[in-house]
């Protein structure tokens, strides 16, 4: 047994109640993929979880005339499972489905592999290259901020802890986007590196490119001189091969259980150059 | 802190509707070998990475070792002890993975099979490939694979000459 209440509001506005209420602070709980381990690790500071799992309001995945809005509280297997993610937002749905094992994308949340802020979070990575942007409320007072913004360090976020993120909204635009890991495993792994990559193309020429690394620094990384270098060009493997070399330049690994440093930035580069071609040379 | 009234957890458990008063920080797991005594579901490492005490709530796959009870209010809830055959029969699952070998120590059968019910209900014909997908959060440390994705492939098989279910 976990030592926590866990509160259920039935309704969003009773989330605030729920909040106010918890004298001792207290924690979102959505998928619990992440909070339960932690509290089994003695890692829970506290005494009151208010489930957000089941509240309609965090729920739906929408295609708007110019946004795809996705509520927080869905899930990894119901975002990469729905038309709409896969058509206008391929890098998310692919990270969506690499992410974790079967059962855990049942469970973990889009906001909360967000909210959780690992620098290695799938999700999170495709989330900034697919210019997501995250519809926040703070005691009902909604707020926009682009979702990278979010990101400040390991487990740290710009958000305050009665900040509830309500979804996450993205510009619907027709673009090619690529989501590619490299963990220990092909299932079920943490990864050791990540690059997803978001791009418009127009007569060939790249128009728009977001590339962003995972697991590779204190947050996600975004190789800025890698993305300029390819803009306005019609690249080809000489060029790629810069870029993904600027990849590597770009980041900040670290030795930790999963790989080493060194290993890291050799395979930033590859895993990159792979993202880029798969994206930015794929015909059709 | 003040306690609170514990709250109440309405579910349907293996088709059976539980009504009952609990403790709010108790997981699903708990819940179901320690009140339910459904001790078919297992708890092995109790971070989501064994996958021996996956079953079933509405329909999907999900870890209950991390899943707090109370998340089960209003849900289906499906365990080992609920797949049923047909005239008291075993359930083709289970009988397809005691046909195949693919029980040695038995411990993570529960939760590979409940993982393999769960395919099943989403798609009934699986390619060898979509089944060591479903199956990839579920470990098995006797390491008899093979034989179990043999015995969910046979298990879809019967299933369909049955008309699903």
């Known amino acids: ?284 | 802190m003040k306690k609170t009234a514990a709250p109440m957890l309405k579910c349907v458990v293996n088709g059976v509707k539980v009504s009952r008063a609990i403790d709010s920080g108790l997981t699903l797991s708990d819940f179901l070998r320690g009140e339910l005594h459904l001790t078919g579901t297992k708890t092995g490492c109790n971070q989501g990475e064994c996958g021996a005490c996956v079953v079933v709530v509405d329909g999907k796959a999900v870890n209950s070792c991390l899943y707090m009870a109370v998340q089960a209010n209003g849900k289906k809830v499906i365990t080992i002890e609920g797949l049923k055959g047909k005239n008291g029969d075993p359930h083709p699952l289970v009988q397809a993975f005691a046909d195949e070998g693919a029980v040695q120590c038995g411990f993570c059968t529960p939760g590979m099979i409940m993982s393999a019910y769960a395919l099943l209900l989403a798609n009934p014909a699986p390619s060898r490939a979509e089944i060591k997908q479903a199956l990839s959060g579920n470990i098995c440390r006797c390491t008899g694979y093979e034989m179990i994705f043999s015995a969910v492939e046979k298990a879809a098989g019967l299933l369909r000459g049955r008309g699903g279910k």
């Open chain 1, 1 to 284: 047994m976990i030592p926590v209440t866990v509160v259920q509001p039935k309704k969003l506005s009773g989330v605030w109640a729920a909040a106010r209420a918890a004298k001792g602070g207290f924690k979102f709980l959505a998928g619990g993929t992440d909070l339960v381990i932690n509290a089994r690790h003695g890692k829970n500071a506290h005494r009151v979880w208010i489930d957000i799992s089941g509240l309609k309001e965090l729920k739906g995945i929408t295609e708007g005339r110019d946004k795809i809005r996705i509520g927080a509280a869905e899930t990894a297997a119901a975002v990469c499972s729905s038309p709409a993610v896969r058509k206008w937002l391929p890098a998310l749905a692919q990270a969506c489905r690499h992410f974790a094992s079967p059962p855990l994308r049942n469970m973990a949340t889009l906001g909360g592999n967000c909210a959780n802020a690992s620098p290695s979070a799938d999700a999170a990575c495709a989330l900034c290259a697919e210019q997501a942007a995250a519809v926040i409320s703070r005691a009902g007072k909604i707020r926009r901020v682009a979702a990278e913004s979010l990101f400040l360090g390991p487990k740290h976020t710009a958000l305050s802890p009665d900040d509830l993120i309500l979804a996450f909204e993205f510009p619907r635009r027709a673009h090619r986007g690529v989501f590619i890991k490299l963990g220990a495993r092909e299932s079920f792994a943490i990864s050791k590196v990540s690059a997803a990559v978001a791009a418009e193309l127009r007569n060939g020429v790249v128009c728009s490119l977001s590339i962003r690394l995972g697991a590779v620094g204190p947050k996600i990384v975004r190789p800025e001189s890698a993305e300029k270098l390819l803009l306005g060009l019609r690249p080809g493997a000489a060029a790629i091969a810069d870029a993904a070399r600027l990849c590597a330049e770009a980041v900040s690994p670290i030795d930790d259980v999963r790989s080493t440093a060194a290993y890291r930035r050799d395979m930033a580069r590859v895993i990159s150059k792979r993202a880029l071609e798969a994206v930015l040379l794929k015909t059709s």
